[in-house]
């Protein structure tokens, strides 16, 4: 007998156009099947929980289109996530609030707004940094950078266990160039050591500012009326509701 499975078209939050002319991304949608109890036996795989990577496992798992898994934007890859869990267990997410049980309805997530014009391929953004003045550019995040990023943070933490250098470690991976600089040395020697808090912070704000991206809240309301923009929480039993 030959079997079909159905598949769905899933919109990028980045339209594709950070990705190079030609890329399988660059249409600016993925093809993904819907789930199976392939798929369900990978979100109960005991040594993917364990290892951080059962998520990114049941994605490949899911995604129809082939390209590089490690190209993928993590605003991209989020939207991903969302669609797999509607596509795979339907729309309403119950998630644990102020004591209570909040049902989130999954497809009103909605793509920020893009703020700036992107170029085709073009992956970096500039800001000036208020306080030393400095042009600083830099790119958004690929899994594969979060990759990197995270074997780096482990590294850092064998070679001394209180060393928690996450958020420059992070920056060092975003900023590409300082005042037209790219050397990587620079980057390095720059972040770790002339870096000022508010100067930091404002390259993460932009980046946030320009990063395309699901926006993953929901808006809690409490008796009195009033409201509250809340992290939406995903864990395992976001896409494995019985667990």
């Known amino acids: 007998m030959e079997f079909k499975l159905p598949t769905e078209t899933i919109e990028l939050p ?50 129809v289109t ?32 102020n004591g ?7 497809s009103l997530l909605d793509a920020k707004e893009h703020v700036v014009e992107f170029s085709r391929g073009v992956n970096e953004f500039t800001v000036k940094l208020p306080k030393a ?29 209180n060393n928690i250098a996450e958020v420059t470690t992070r920056l060092k991976h975003m900023i590409v160039a300082i005042d037209g600089t790219r ?13 000022l808090a508010q100067d930091a912070r404002a390259i993460r704000e932009e980046y946030m500012r320009v990063n395309p991206d699901i926006d993953l809240s929901f808006t809690y309301t409490y008796e009195d009326g009033s409201e509250e923009e809340v992290a939406l929480p995903i864990g395992l ?7």
């Open 237 to 243: 039993n976001f896409f494995w509701p019985d667990a």
């Open 100 to 106: 209570e049980q909040v049902d989130v309805d999954l």
């Open 14 to 63: 980045s339209k594709g156009l950070l990705y190079p002319e030609g890329h399988p991304l660059a249409s600016g949608t993925v093809e993904m099947k819907y789930m199976t109890a392939k798929e369900e036996d990978i979100l109960t795989n005991q040594n993917y929980i364990k290892n951080g990577t059962v998520i990114d496992k049941l994605l490949k798992s899911l995604l």
């Open 183 to 195: 050397e990587r040395a620079d980057v390095r020697k720059f972040v770790d050591g002339y870096l």
């Open 133 to 161: 003045g400095s042009e600083v550019t830099f790119k958004l995040l690929t899994h594969g950078d979060e990759l990197a990023i995270d074997n780096e943070v482990k590294g850092l933490q064998k070679i001394n266990k």
């Open 66 to 97: 082939e390209f590089n898994y490690n190209d993928l934007l993590v605003g991209d890859k989020n939207a991903i996530m969302i669609a797999a869990r509607i596509l795979s267990y339907g729309k309403d997410y119950p998630v644990n609030f």
